[in-house]
Every structure is written in C-alpha cells, then in structure tokens.
C-alpha cells in the first residue's frame, strides 16, 4: 500500500523568507499524481500544486515550487516570500494509477508565519 | 469559478441518529469522492463513486455508511446510526476524470459532531 510521511510536525518561517516542507511517499508505481493542499483555520482542503509523476520539470505556482525527486520518491514544497495568510496545515498527498482514484494524505505540517 | 459546496456547515446529532451529509460537486465532474479528518488526524478516503455505483471504499465505509446521486446534482453521505467516534470533519470532493485532470476539488467540509 502506498504511503505518505511528512517527517515535520511543526514549521516556522519570518514573513518574507522561504520555507521549505518536506514530503517522502512509497509505492511501487511508476506513474501517479502529488499534491499539495492548503489547510487554513477554517479546514477547508485548498489544492496549492500538483505534479505528474512523468513529468521531469518540476511544478510551479506563482510563490510556491515543488521539488521533485523520483527515485528518491521525495516531494517538498518551497513557499518563497512567506506570507501573513500562508499560515495553515500542509498535507501532501498521493494519487496513483492502478489502484483507484484515490489520495492518500501525510500526517500534515503546521506552518507558522512570524511577522 | 466552479466550486464544491457541502450543507451544512456544521451538523451536531445524537449518538444512534441518523444524518446525512450533502455535497453538490463541479457540474462537468463525472468521479466524486467523500474523506473525513478526524481533528487532529490525518485526511481519510471514504468512498469514490462513479457512473452511479462505488468504485472504491476503504475499510472505514462499513455498512453504516452509504452514499447516493439522488438526482443530477447532489451527492450525498448517509450515516444510519452515528457513533461518537463519528465525529469528524466531512469533505467531499470531486474530479473530472474524463479530461485526465486527476486533480481532486474539496469542499469546505461538513463538521459533524455526534454527542
């Protein structure tokens, strides 16, 4: 079964600096989906970036890029010039091809924002 | 742009009641998906559903659980007799799987407190 570990807890980062969060999945396929979702206060689940597995260039969107290495199966997030609002719960999460459409999340990490 | 809508918010039951969680997904979507996040806890798929019939279920979607199309808009979750582990935070989500965008879209959830 495919598994997804977000190994920080708990992240912190000064408004205007970069913070990257990491994100180690397990499978043993070779083509799917990762994303990142956005948790705000209010728990509404807000897609942040997707990458396809079969795609090298790594996904970006706007202030946030991913970093995505296959064999290493590892898929941190940058958030670049950190932002009051960025401040959530990050949870990364797989989508694979073969066994159904469903995403299987990590334990999440808390972002802080510090102004 | 388009949106996932849940109703309600916020649904507060006895245990052993019934309810039933509601969800209008993406117009074009044809794939539709119910998780729950226990607070604090990871995000948990329930259920995919597609072409009126479950695609896919985990163990969690025991037979206490159903879900349904009633027409050609809603989307919904039924819990016969609630328990208080039910409690929970219920997202629906759906995808359009016909145009390969396997990207889910989240509602803004369903918090169910079951007493």
């Known amino acids: 079964a495919q598994t997804v570990t977000q190994s920080q807890p708990e992240m912190s980062v000064q408004e205007a600096e970069t913070v990257t969060l990491s994100c180690t999945y397990d499978t043993s396929e070779s083509d799917y989906y990762l994303f990142w979702y956005k948790q705000p206060p209010s728990r509404q689940m807000i897609l942040v970036i997707r990458?396809?597995?079969?795609?090298?260039q790594n996904a970006t969107e706007n202030r946030f890029s991913v970093n995505f290495q296959k064999a290493a199966k590892s898929f941190s997030l940058k958030i670049s010039d950190s932002q009051l609002g960025d401040a959530a719960m990050y949870f990364c999460?797989?989508?694979?091809?073969?066994?159904?459409?469903?995403?299987?999340f990590g334990a999440g990490t808390i972002l802080r924002v510090k102004s | 742009e388009p949106e996932v809508t849940q109703t309600p918010s916020h649904q507060v039951t006895q245990m052993g009641q019934e309810v039933i969680l509601r969800c209008v997904p993406i117009s074009n979507h044809l794939y539709f998906y119910w998780y729950r996040q226990i607070l604090g806890q990871k995000v948990e798929f329930l259920v995919s559903?597609?072409?009126?019939?479950?695609?896919?279920k985990s163990e969690i979607f025991d037979d206490q659980f159903s879900v349904e199309r009633p027409d050609g808009s809603n989307f919904t979750l039924k819990i016969r007799s609630t328990k208080l582990e039910d409690s929970a935070m219920y997202f629906c989500a759906s995808s359009d799987a016909v145009a390969g965008t396997d990207t889910q879209y989240f509602g803004p959830g369903t918090r169910l407190t079951v007493l």
């Open positions: 559903f597609y072409n009126n019939e479950i695609s896919e």
């Open positions: 990458q396809e597995a079969y795609k090298q």
């Open positions: 999460a797989y989508k694979g091809m073969e066994y159904g459409n469903k995403l299987v």
